[in-house]
């Protein structure tokens, strides 16, 4: 199996996560942008809201599989 065939695979068998991740990433990125940026916020918090963003994604996937477990 080459590279590209076991690749092809990964894609083939997660697209639906790899493009909800994509999502939230793109989401996240622009939501903080417009905001920090917009505001004129200190760049610490820029970043600290960026890196926030890792906690937001497991909190909110998280909550998504709590949701769908009690359905």
């Given at each position: ?14 697209h639906d996560g790899m493009l909800f991740d994509l ?49």
């Amino acid at each position: 199996m080459s590279a590209l065939d076991a690749v092809r695979d990964h894609v083939v068998e997660h697209h639906d996560g790899m493009l909800f991740d994509l999502v939230f990433a793109i989401a996240w990125v622009v939501l903080v942008t417009v905001l920090f940026r917009g505001f004129g916020a200190p760049d610490i918090a820029y970043y600290l809201a960026m890196a926030g963003g890792v906690v937001a994604y497991y909190g909110f996937t998280y909550s998504l599989a709590l949701a769908r477990e009690s359905e």
